[in-house]
């Protein structure tokens, strides 16, 4: 998970979200409650907000990823928008642009109705992820703060700790460890170089090797939080990197 931005709210939902809301508030008045709506004339009645303007508003402010697993849902269906507060609990928030999230259709599912006004979790476009969790091989895991509470009920409520996120985040840690091997070695070389012309080869190489690791911490690269993770506690990136600053 990695901190959002929201986009700015659509014209089309500023210009017709009461008018949608209020048509939404006279069914619940009239069945007694969300619940009670017939299905059919609930789905007419919220589907107003699932619009293209809608969507690429989310996906461009997530860079096309899951909010929650950072997945890319577009290789394996379509980005979902989801209410972070269930519209099914909070039904008079089922047209607030604030309440969207792009997700993927497995975190939507896993999180369902899960009430985040009781039990919160973290809402990346409000708190930063960073503050909140951290890696442990390919575990995520709930930083020790203030969001621990909120943290650990995300990785519950979104199933981030699971086989469909171990297997990508493993694939990962393999090409993040092959390019850690590449620095160190240019690091080795690096210090061997007796003539200014190596020296400054091989700082070259040693800033290549740099660059392409950290392609994988671009916001738009899936997975980006645990490559940022990862690279923050390498003692061979950190040294590469200052030696290459301070050349
Ligand atoms: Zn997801």
């Known amino acids: 998970m990695i901190k959002l931005e929201r986009e700015v709210e659509p014209q089309g939902m500023i210009d017709n979200k009461a008018q949608w809301q209020s048509d939404l508030q006279s069914a619940i008045a009239n069945y007694g409650s969300y619940k009670k709506i017939p299905d059919k004339e609930k789905q007419k009645l919220i589907s107003f907000y699932r619009n293209d303007a809608v969507r690429d508003g989310l996906i461009k402010s997530s860079f096309g990823k899951c909010a929650f697993c950072e997945c890319i849902p577009s290789e394996g269906g379509n980005i979902e928008i989801e209410h972070f507060k269930p519209k099914s609990k909070y039904p008079e928030l089922t047209f607030e642009w604030d309440n969207f999230l ?16 009781v039990e919160p979790i973290i809402n990346p476009y409000d708190i930063d992820p960073k503050d909140a ?4 091989d390919i575990e995520i895991r709930a930083s020790n703060s203030n969001l ?14 699971t086989v469909r996120l171990w297997k990508p985040r493993a694939d990962i ?5 092959i390019f850690s091997r590449s620095i160190e070695e240019a690091t080795e070389e690096l210090a061997n170089a007796d003539t ?16 392409t690791i950290e ?8 997975y980006s939080s645990f490559c940022c993770d990862f690279l923050e ?6 040294k590469a990197k200052q030696l290459v600053e301070n050349a």
């Open 196 to 211: 200014d012309r190596k020296r400054d080869n091989r700082i070259k190489k040693l800033r290549e090797a740099i660059d």
């Open 173 to 177: 840690l393999i090409s993040l460890r």
């Open 133 to 136: 969790f951290y890696f442990n």
């Open 215 to 222: 392609m994988l911490t671009d916001s738009a690269e899936k």
């Open 102 to 117: 792009p997700s993927c259709r497995k975190c939507n599912g896993s999180k369902d109705s899960h009430d985040t006004g």
């Open 233 to 238: 506690r390498s003692d061979a990136y950190l």
């Open 148 to 161: 621990k509470k909120q943290a650990e009920k995300t990785i519950e409520v979104c199933g981030l700790n």
